[in-house]
C-alpha cells in the first residue's frame, strides 16, 4: 500500500518543497538536517504497512489472526494430547507414569486385566506416532508396559493456515438454524478435524451425516466419538446424526522412469510419493476425480526424473473417479528405473 514512500521518493518530495535559492546537493547543511527525519519517517511507512497485513485476516499471523477472528465468535483450536492404551505382564499403579524418549504418558485408569489408558503429558501429534515399549519413570519392579492402540488422537494447536481457512468458510458459507453449513462448522470446532462433508437426509426426513478427516487430511476413525459428542450438545431438536469417515478407495500407481542423475532412484521415489500424497489431500471433499494427466505431470516434474512411459494408474489410463462418501488413498507405487 505505501510501496511509494520511501526514502529516496520522500527525499525528493521534501527537497523539492525548498526553494532554490539554498544549497540542497548532497552534504549541504539542509540535506543533512533533512535526511534524517525522512529515514525515521519512512521507517514508519514500512511499519504502517506491516501493521495493515497484521490486522487483515488473509495476511494476519499468530496473535493477530486470533484477535482478528476473535470479533466473529471464532477461536484457535488449542492443542489436545493423546489418549493410548497400554497393557502390561501386571498391576501398575493409576498416576504412575511411562516414557519413550521424551514422550511421557501417566495411566489414568484400568480398563481390564492389565490394560490401561494413559494420557500423553505432551499435547499434540506427538503422542499419536509410537507405539512399542515403555520404560517406568517411577520403579515398577517386574512390571513390562507395551503402548499400544490409540483411544483419543491428540492434535497439535490449530495452525495460522488452518485457522483462517476456518474463518473464511465461516464468512463465506453462512450457517443458520441447523443448515448444512452449520454441521460442518460444528465439525470443524473439534479439536483435531482438519475438513468435514455433510449429508442432509441421507437417511430419510430428520438424518445428517457428517464425514470428517484429522487436520492432516487423514481418517481417524477416534475422532468420530468426539465430533459426535459435541454435535449432539448443539444440533437441532429432532436431528438424527451420524458421524462417520470417508470410505478409502486405494489407487496404485506403476510407470517407467528415465533418471537424469541429479537424484538416487530412492529420493526420487519419495519425492514423487510426498507429491502425491499432497495432491490426494488436495482432492478430499472437493473434487471425486483423480486425474491421469495431473499424475503424470507431478512425475515429470518429479526431482531426478527425466522422462517416464507406461504410466498406469488401477492398470489403466483413464482418470479413477471417486465416490462422493470415499477419499482417495495412496497405494502402492511401482517406479521402474529403465535407460
Not at 488473509?58 to 493477530?64: I, K, M, P, R
Not at 483411544?151 to 481457512?165: K, V
Not at 465461516?170 to 483435531?192: H, K
Not at 476425480?289 to 489410463?317: E, M, Q, R
Request: net charge negative.
Amino acid at each position: 500500500m505505501f510501496e511509494d514512500r520511501t526514502y529516496e521518493n520522500l527525499l525528493e518530495e521534501a527537497l523539492g518543497m525548498i526553494t532554490e535559492d539554498i544549497d540542497k546537493q548532497e552534504g549541504s547543511l539542509i540535506m543533512r538536517a533533512i535526511a534524517p527525519c525522512v529515514y525515521k519517517i519512512a521507517e514508519t511507512y514500512v511499519q504502517l504497512d506491516n501493521f495493515i497485513d497484521l490486522v487483515s485476516g488473509d495476511t494476519a499471523v499468530g496473535e493477530y489472526l486470533d484477535r482478528v477472528v476473535a470479533d466473529y465468535g471464532i477461536t484457535r483450536k488449542e492443542a489436545t494430547h493423546a489418549i493410548r492404551k497400554i497393557v502390561t505382564n501386571g498391576e501398575i499403579p493409576v498416576g504412575s507414569r511411562w516414557s519413550f524418549n521424551d514422550t511421557i504418558y501417566v495411566v489414568e485408569e484400568l480398563l481390564d486385566t492389565n490394560t490401561y489408558s494413559a494420557a500423553c503429558e505432551q499435547h499434540g501429534e506427538i503422542g499419536n506416532t509410537y507405539s512399542g515399549p515403555l520404560e517406568a519413570i517411577e520403579n515398577v519392579n517386574g512390571v513390562t508396559a507395551t503402548l499400544t492402540d490409540i483411544i483419543a488422537s491428540g492434535a497439535d494447536e490449530e495452525s495460522d493456515h488452518n485457522l483462517r481457512e476456518r474463518f473464511f468458510n465461516y464468512l463465506r458459507r453462512p450457517s443458520t438454524s441447523g443448515n448444512t453449513f452449520n454441521y460442518r462448522e460444528w465439525a470443524l470446532l473439534v479439536p483435531g478435524v482438519g475438513d468435514a462433508k455433510v449429508f442432509p437426509l441421507w437417511n430419510g426426513n430428520g438424518t445428517v451425516k457428517i464425514l470428517i478427516v484429522d487436520s492432516n487430511m487423514e481418517i481417524d476413525q477416534t475422532l468420530e466419538t468426539a465430533v459426535y459428542d459435541y454435535i449432539e450438545k448443539v444440533r437441532p431438536i429432532g436431528a438424527n446424526v451420524t458421524v462417520d469417515s470417508p470410505g478409502e478407495k486405494v489407487i496404485g500407481i506403476t510407470a517407467n522412469i528415465v533418471l537424469d542423475g541429479t537424484q538416487t532412484y530412492e529420493d526420487t521415489v519419495a519425492a514423487f510419493t510426498s507429491a502425491l500424497a499432497d495432491y490426494f489431500r488436495e482432492l478430499v471433499f472437493e473434487t471425486y476425480s483423480v486425474s491421469f494427466a495431473k499424475i503424470g505431470s507431478i512425475l515429470l516434474s518429479t526431482p531426478g526424473v527425466k522422462d517416464y512411459n507406461s504410466l498406469l494408474i488401477d492398470g489403466g489410463t483413464a482418470n479413477i473417479t471417486i465416490g462422493e462418501t470415499d477419499m482417495p488413498i495412496l497405494g502402492a507405487i511401482t517406479l521402474a528405473e529403465v535407460v
